[in-house]
C-alpha cells in the first residue's frame, strides 16, 4: 500500500528525509523563502488557469504553447529551489554523520523526473 499525506495523496516515500526515529522529516524552511516558495506556487497557479482560458477562448497554438513552456520552466525552477532546500537539510544530516546516500539519491531522482 502506498504511502499518503494528510490530504489522502499518495506520497513517494524514496525521496522522504527521515528523522532519527525513522518517521519523516517535515518540509522545513525558514518564515521567507516559505513565502517565496508559496508566491511562486501561487503565480503557477495563476498561469494554469490562464492556460485553460486561453483553451477556451480557442487563441492561437503558438500563444498557449509560449505560456505552457514559461509554466514548465517555472515548475522546474520551483522544483530546483525545493531540491536545494533539501539538499541543504542533507549536507547538515552528513555533516552529523546521519545522512543516507539512498535519500539523497532518490530526491535527486525525483526532481529531476
Excluded: H, W
Aim: glycine letters at 8%; charged letters at 35%.
Amino acid at each position: 500500500m502506498a504511502a499518503a499525506d494528510r490530504k489522502g495523496t499518495p506520497v513517494d516515500e524514496r525521496a522522504t528525509v527521515r528523522t532519527r526515529d525513522d518517521a519523516p522529516a517535515p518540509f522545513a524552511v525558514d518564515a521567507a523563502e516559505k513565502r517565496r516558495l508559496l508566491n511562486r506556487l501561487k503565480r503557477l497557479e495563476g498561469q494554469v488557469r490562464g492556460l485553460q482560458r486561453m483553451i477556451d477562448e480557442e487563441r492561437p497554438c503558438k500563444d498557449i504553447l509560449t505560456l505552457l513552456s514559461g509554466v514548465r520552466s517555472a515548475l522546474d525552477a520551483t522544483g530546483d529551489e525545493v531540491l536545494s532546500a533539501y539538499l541543504r537539510r542533507c549536507q547538515a544530516d552528513f555533516a552529523q554523520g546521519e545522512g543516507d546516500v539512498g535519500d539523497l539519491l532518490a530526491a535527486v531522482r525525483l526532481a529531476r523526473g
